[in-house]
């Protein structure tokens, strides 16, 4: 298992990494682009509203909120109560005493117990960036390829720097001052 980004793009481009950057940065290009593409086909293939994580946390939270006993307090506020433990719960808000609902912005089981009482769909206070329609968005863009290099159309003051290819060149440059 792998720490961080760098080091997972280490693993899939081991083979790439002794190229020069111009292929490495296209083998990186493919590798996002085909990414890009399997994700957004598996979020063309989700029929529910919400991606399929979110949805399976939501079911998860909703079974876990069925024996919960909810006090309201006004018509958005209840304590809700579970095994001796309560939660203060604030729909307007989405927020619970628990934390939970504030830092994930899925509701959790206390909020699910709040939407159950006062007969509100759990969806609706689920974060945008949830829903399908988000990931699908997310993984709307094309990345497209650099092309030929001869048809690159690069100024002048861009053309003219001097640029060193291979690492020979700098230590023959070096050799000769």
């Known amino acids: 298992m792998t720490t961080g980004i760098v080091e997972s793009l280490n693993v899939v481009l081991k ?10 940065a296209e083998e990186l290009r493919n590798l996002l682009q085909k990414w890009f593409v399997t994700r957004q086909q598996q979020a063309m293939s989700m029929s529910t509203e919400l991606t399929m994580w979110a949805d399976g946390e939501l079911y998860s939270r909703y079974n876990m909120s ?16 579970y ?16 934390r939970q609902f504030d830092l994930d912005h899925i509701p959790c089981a ?6 159950r009482f006062y007969n509100i769909s759990c969806y609706t206070l689920c974060s945008k960036y949830f829903t399908t329609k988000a990931l699908l968005s997310s993984y709307s863009e094309c990345i497209y390829p650099t092309g030929n290099e001869i048809d690159w159309v690069v100024p002048n003051h861009i053309r003219d720097k001097l640029c060193y290819h291979l690492k020979r060149d700098v230590q023959q440059e070096d050799q000769g001052k």
């Open 15 to 24: 083979n790439a990494r002794d190229l020069p950057v111009l292929q490495l």
């Open 66 to 81: 069925a024996t919960y006993l909810v006090e309201p307090i006004n018509s958005k506020e209840c304590n809700v109560n």
């Open 83 to 98: 095994a001796g433990i309560s939660a203060q719960v604030n729909l307007d808000t989405r927020s619970c005493t628990c």
């Open 110 to 115: 206390h909020a699910i117990a709040a939407c």
